[in-house]
């Protein structure tokens, strides 16, 4: 159990996209260059929210991040929610579930590293164009669609910036038919977000 929240965890934690001089863009250069300015936007904001879905299902979870180093993780599945602090290398996490006790506990170094932020690694090769103006959730967006090689690995996305500011706003990870497979929606920016290390056994 612990080993799958982890893993539900570390997918939130993929929320930045990176550029790099030796990326080939094919289609508009200039939308990539958009793109990758608005995750570096968000890694100057003071604090955010994440949260991450997948369509069909009901897991869902939520990030709370405290640039440099302090994120909170609160992941569902099912009745049962996991919960992760993590404060520069350290972290604690609980379980709130009927007959588990919701006690805190210490995360072994090995396992606290995969729960903090990983450096993006530059695509090797991006395709991108426009999807042009849409609103969400009454907010207007711009939309940009796009594929990218890291590592021979292929990935498609579609993403949604706030006109108003520049911030990334929705990232839909897409399969090979053009299907969503995720959502990671962006809020909260700048909000007074509190995130503190609890004592744990």
Request: include cysteine.
């Amino acid at each position: 159990m612990m080993r799958r929240a982890l893993a539900g965890a570390m997918l939130c934690l993929l929320v930045a996209t990176a550029a790099g001089a030796q990326t080939r863009i094919t289609g508009d250069p200039r939308a990539w260059e958009e793109v990758v300015a608005a995750f570096d936007r968000l890694g100057q904001a003071r604090s955010y929210r994440v949260r991450l879905t997948t369509p069909g299902q009901s897991s869902s979870v939520l990030n709370e991040v405290v640039p440099p180093d302090r994120v909170r993780i609160v992941q569902q599945v099912g009745t049962i929610t996991f919960e992760f602090i993590t404060v520069g290398s350290e972290t604690r996490m609980r379980i709130l579930s009927t007959g588990v006790s919701p006690a805190w506990r210490c995360v072994p170094p090995s396992q606290a590293a995969s729960l903090r932020p990983q450096q993006p690694v530059p695509p090797d090769a991006v395709t991108i164009s426009r999807l042009g103006e849409s609103a969400i959730d009454g907010g207007r967006v711009l939309g940009f669609q796009y594929t990218m090689t890291v590592q021979a690995r292929i990935s498609a996305q579609r993403l949604f910036i706030l006109a108003d500011g520049g911030l990334p706003r929705r990232l839909e990870a897409l399969d090979g038919a053009g299907n969503v497979t995720a959502v990671v929606e962006y809020y909260d920016f700048n909000a007074s977000i509190t995130i503190e290390l609890p004592r744990c056994t």
